[in-house]
């Protein structure tokens, strides 16, 4: 087996493997990247079988050590869900080049004429978590931008990383020999590893790491390579003294119960008062129904209690709640007084990933998208539509929290970056 995959009879190269993955770099601009990428689809649906194999044994590991189902739920594959996955990357390959393209040029008095024109950032490394579909998307996304990636995931999913790094690596061989660098799994369970790819200066050109705040937090302290800042998702849903209270448990339903442990899931609900009384105790109950736990201010208790609602499952909020990403059957539940305390909380609170409201009010929900600060902020609509698949990208590699470079769910166009191209007939300044 390649050493890039994991060569479990010594130490993991990473030095060997950085200086490959920028060879094969270079070859990408010669390459017709979106028929190899057909080819890596082709391979992930004909592998079906190790690949999920590999899964299942993961998906154990997880359940014998006590991990949350939501969590284990993330780590899961099936034969649906590696279907999508493969159909993901024909998409990825189906999307414009996103190298050459000419953003804008112009000619300056003296007769220089100058072009910024999009090309490939080198090696793009990923640090990620649980999610073994992170691994596909990642590479795909660099290779159709024309980057070579190297792949970090975490422990628990390593047996479902190899197996579709594999996969994926021999597909590229079969296109080109010389491709299969261009795609490179951290295949050694130290962390040390991660530390020594965030400090790659001039060896790696950019890191995205795309997991909970701990690992986020971390590779933002330690890394001396650029980076992209991606996803906690303390996401909240307020519902306007004139929503659509069918609309609203819709919404918070979706944005909750189908996948909590995804960092586009609601944490965090704020009830107008005014419509608190009656709204509050149906939301409870619907989410009574699937095993949610509220963890509710003394407003909303109170509203609770007045409707004669159980309150088992119902626990009183802490100063920490607010802040919450739950990933799992749980939600903070605050009864405001107006449009002014919900804005005011989620800034507060919020983590700028995805807010919502629902009103018919034109002038409240425009005054709540302009003032919530977060890269995508919905009126009447699902925070689960935060996702670059949802936004027409293809895939996604992480949705950007900060305000840099890239902003919200992260596709192609946010995976290259600009050379200006100079022409002249013999200009010099002085």
Known sequence: MCADVGDRTGAFDLDGALARARAASRRLAAVDRAAVLRRVAAALRRDEAPILAANAADVARARATGTPEPLVDRLALSSARLRGIADAVVAVASLPDPVGRVLEGWRLPNGLEVRAVTVPFGVIGMVYESRPNVTVDAFALAFMAGSAAVLRGSADALASNRSLVA????ALTEADPR???????????????VTELLQARGRVD???PRGGAGLIRHVVETARVPVIETGVGNCHLYLHDDGDPDMALAVLLDGKVRRPGVCNALETLLV???TAAAWLPRAAAALREHGVTLHACDRSRAVLAAAGAPLDGVVPATAADWDAEYLGPEIAVRVVDGLDTAIEHVHRHGSQHSEAIVTRSRAAARRFQAEVDAAAVYVNASTRFTDGFEFGFGAEIGISTQKLHARGPMGLRSLVTVKYLVDGDGQTRG
């Open 179 to 193: 491709l299969a660098d261009a795609l490179a799994l951290i295949d050694d369970a130290d962390r040390g590893r």
């Open 167 to 170: 996969s994926m690596r021999a």
């Open 272 to 274: 107008h008062e005014a």
């Open 206 to 208: 950019l890191v995205i």
